[in-house]
């Protein structure tokens, strides 16, 4: 009887130290801060009294769709932020177009990080949030002691549609044909703002759907179709909605879809794609910099190399950023643009990788 016990407690022990018993995952939960400029929610996954580190989404995201990497690292004692961008989720949506200019995003951010108690923080950002991260650090490197950048490189002279033409491939993309390249679709905002918005609040489950799909290796070294939004009169055609498409439940799992589908409901897509209308502000925001925009702190990029816009493989994009980050340490991900969600596993190893590699813990 006395062995049957014994076996009964060591499998009793072995259970409640399993990793289905252990692996619980932190509760993220929301927070709004509110200053005199703007009110920012954020979630908050981690101990209060962790080493801090935010993240910063990008286009068109909220805060949530951090949350793979704030529950494993949050696990690891991190305290884990994830704003929602002005314009996006449940943060301040202003109506005028320049109140999307990066100088006023890293405003935001500047007040929410010392809301947060002012700890030097390792700075995460995706898409739009990694020109937002790494221009906080330009301008504000005390803040930081680590940035990560996400599938879009630093620009020291500023993230805009004028400095990124000298980059595009002429031979893949002939200038006769393709004048902004890659970046056509950006030039479509410029020059057919009100039809870009409309095109996208007409089925905003079906947009967000149709957005967010995984990478397609073949992709790489051809033609993307966002060189052709002008042509096609815009990103869905003579259709001007997205197609009836399902959400990839492995990118975004159906409860927190059901929270961006919500979220874009209730702002629609103007104020996210003001950002791309801010192009003279934030190159002069850039010239303000301290010592140039270098970055002499550690930087990690996160290259998507299935990314038709800015995979730093296959273009001298990322050449400025070398230049400007003397301490630069990059990692591919055999993923599309929405690295964070299709490589969640692999992008938080990477970070810790990396932290590990830098001391920064």
Excluded at 265 to 281: E, H, I, Q, V
Aim: glycine share 8%; hydrophobic share 40%; with cysteine.
């Amino acid at each position: 009887m006395k062995n049957l016990e014994r076996i009964f407690l060591l499998v009793l022990i072995s259970f409640l130290h399993s990793p289905v018993i252990q692996a619980k995952a932190p509760i993220l939960t929301s927070h709004t801060y509110t200053s005199k400029r703007i009110t920012t929610h954020y979630w908050e996954a981690g101990p209060a009294n962790g080493p801090l580190m935010i993240f910063v989404h990008g286009w068109p995201e909220i805060g949530l769709a951090w949350r793979a990497q704030m529950e494993a690292l949050a696990s690891e004692g991190w305290r884990c932020i994830a704003p929602d961008l002005r314009g996006f989720g449940n943060s301040s949506v202003p109506t005028a177009k320049g109140a999307y200019a990066i100088k006023e995003i890293v405003n935001d951010m500047v007040e929410l990080h010392s809301h947060l108690g002012g700890q030097r923080a390792i700075w995460v950002g995706h898409d739009w949030g990694s020109p937002v991260v790494s221009s906080l650090v330009a301008h504000y490197p005390k803040m930081s002691r680590g940035v990560v950048l996400v599938s879009v490189p630093y620009l020291p002279n500023g993230w805009a549609l004028l400095n990124l033409i000298p980059f595009v491939d002429r031979k893949l993309y002939p200038a006769s044909k393709y004048p902004d390249g890659q970046w056509d679709y950006w030039r479509f905002y410029l020059t057919h703002f009100d039809q870009a918005v409309s095109d996208m609040d007409t089925d905003v489950p079906a947009t967000l759907a149709s957005i967010f799909t995984k990478g397609n290796p073949s992709s790489v070294g051809k033609l993307s179709p966002s060189a052709m939004v002008t042509a096609k009169g815009g990103r869905y055609g003579a259709a001007h909605r997205a197609p009836a498409a399902k959400p990839d439940p492995a990118l975004w799992p159906g409860a927190d879809f059901d929270v961006l589908v919500a979220a874009f409901r209730k702002t629609g897509f103007r104020p996210c794609d003001s950002y791309y209308l801010n192009d003279a502000a934030n190159i002069s925001f850039a010239k303000t910099a301290i010592n140039g925009g270098k970055l002499s702190l550690p930087v990690l990029y996160i290259n998507d190399v299935y990314e038709p816009f800015s995979n730093i493989n296959v273009s001298k994009i990322g050449d400025p950023m070398r230049k400007a980050c003397p301490d630069l340490t990059v990692t591919d991900q055999p993923s599309g643009h929405w690295v964070t969600l299709e490589r969640k596993a692999e992008l938080t190893r990477s970070i810790r990788s990396w932290i590990k590699l830098k001391h920064l813990k």
